[in-house]
């Protein structure tokens, strides 16, 4: 037995002494250390060499190169530590290796086929340059206005109470997704490759820590810029944006979707509606195109099916509140980034969670049309303003919704529209308890013990906030189950429930409550032979990375049929 043990050990040190003299290699290790020691470079060389001796590995300093892969912040159990995963390459240079590729994207040739792309968000743009990697010419159309023009539109909704219907948070070049927070982590880790994403972004500009953080954000100061060298490189390519044209109906032909019909206005003024063919049409509308949907009820009511969504309000706290209590009163020390937090609770069957949280960030107006008021969120890429915010939602189930929006659906019908109408009514109910685009709001402890608020802490939503009984008019199934679920966060975050931390109303379009059918292989909507629903207004992505890998597997089926077409 003896004899046996010692000739492994001969072997194993016989194995490591081979690795450590001839491997040129590359292997993962992390290594766990004080935010502080961050760019200590020595200290992280040692401590990654000590990991590697622990793999039984063996190499000189000076032979060992780390590449930072991904990062993250454990803030568990009172103490905070940074843990860094690297590439450690060993006698090998990582330069070669590391080459980031980027998809091959082709010019379009004068007679390629045009493929009609609806929208211009994240489905819509990821989706066009996986189109010209198939030599196809994308027509992107869009009812919004490029992204200089949208800036004033946008502005206009906080200084003047202004929703333009057309150019506002989520209509316009880039979608949603231009103002947006632009945080980049997804958990639909199943329907894609995350990493082409991610790196596509940082070839258009985004910087290079989106490609090792663990919670990757560009920032919404740094989006426009990087939408707008995406739309150069897909306009170099051959492809063709059509701002200020919104998509009004569809053209058949025998069964079959040709085209669509656009009405496009100049300068305020309409032009008559016009035909554009394609050999497919891309729906990549996102979940606020409420005239989409109707537009399909009309059309193909069997195209449509009710699906879950959520409806609830944003929550702000000071962002000091929620660094002290997430970073255990340690930040300023270890110089963090501003803290997050993400909190779930099951109430009544339903779940209650936090969504899109916003450390350091602003609550935004993000109404589509007048008499609305919508709330989201969003942040700088240094997340420093004076405020952390969150959506707090609850799921709804179709069979939550009112039965008297089901028998207005059912009237129109089409059943799978009821949540559609309720989050209408709930953002019109909204502007009527607030005062133009001032949003209504409530202290947080007021809501909980249902009493008035007399004053509201400062908050981040420029439009303003006025005070109103959220706890009174929100829908008992959602303001209730808000109730419970944030007492039950306060047991996991002591001091979420706190003097300061204020709830604005309403957070309607986490997701859309409608969903877009499509068949499993072709993709296309089955009732609109042709058509095919792509992003988060069809409901099979929600967010920006997922969106965008919606945009590119559909247009890669679509780049499939027309070829097989050919
Ligand atoms: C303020 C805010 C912050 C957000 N923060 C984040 C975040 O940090 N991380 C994240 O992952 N997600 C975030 N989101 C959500 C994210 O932006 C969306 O999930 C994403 O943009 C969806 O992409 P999409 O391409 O499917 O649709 P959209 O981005 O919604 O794009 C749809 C486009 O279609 C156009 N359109 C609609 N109807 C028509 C028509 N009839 N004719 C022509 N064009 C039409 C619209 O103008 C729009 O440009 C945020 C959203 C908002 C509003």
Known sequence: MDVIQSFTESAAVFVQTLLCYTARMVTELTVIIRPQDEHNMTLIKHKASDELVRKGIRCKLGELTLVQIKKSIDARHGQVKLCIRYKAYIGENPEAAEQEAVPQ?????????????????????????????????????????????????????????????????????????????????????????????????????????????????????????????????????????????????????????????????????????????????????????????????????????????????????????????????????????????????????RGVYSFCMCPGGFIVPSATGPEQIVVNGMSSAARNSRWSNAAIVVEIRPEDIPQTYRDQAAALGCPALAGLLFRTELERQTFRHGNGQAAPAQRLTDFLTHRSSEDLPDTSYTPGVTPSRLDEWLPPFIADRLAAGIQEFNKNMKGFVAPDALLVASETRTSTPVRILRDKETLQSPALPNLYPAGEGSGYSGGIVSSAMDGEHVCKAVAEAVAAAR
């Not at 502005?155 to 980049?184: M, P, Q, R, W």
């Not at 929550?315 to 270890?334: S, T, V, W």
């Open 105 to 349: 994207w082709k010019a379009a040739a004068p007679d390629a086929p045009r493929v009609i792309i609806v929208g211009s968000g994240p489905a819509g743009l990821f989706g066009a340059l996986r189109l010209l990697e198939s030599g196809i010419r994308p027509v992107i159309i869009e009812r919004g206005k490029e992204t200089p023009r949208r800036k004033q539109d946008i502005a206009a909704i906080s200084t003047k109470g202004i929703v333009d219907a057309d150019s506002n948070y989520c209509f316009g070049e880039g979608g949603a997704g231009t103002f947006s927070d632009g945080k980049l982590y997804t958990r639909s880790n199943k329907r894609g490759d995350i990493g082409r994403i991610l790196r596509i972004f940082h070839y258009f500009g985004a910087d290079k820590s989106i490609l090792t953080d663990a919670h990757p954000h560009i920032g919404t100061d740094r989006l426009p810029a990087i939408v707008n060298a995406m739309r150069a490189k897909i306009t170099e390519l051959g492809g063709e944006f059509r701002f200020n044209t919104r998509c009004t109906g569809f053209v058949m032909q025998n069964g079959f979707l040709t085209g669509v019909t656009v009405r496009s206005s100049a300068d305020g003024a309409d032009v008559a509606e016009q035909t554009i063919s394609g050999s497919a049409v891309v729906l990549a509308t996102g979940h606020s195109a409420t005239d989409i949907y109707e537009l399909i009820a009309r059309t193909a009511p069997g195209a449509l099916e009710a699906k879950t969504f959520a409806a609830g309000v944003r929550a702000e706290h000071p962002r000091e509140l929620i660094d002290a209590i997430q970073y255990h009163g340690k930040k300023d020390a270890a110089r963090l980034p501003a803290a997050e937090y993400r909190l779930t609770a099951q109430i009544d069957g």
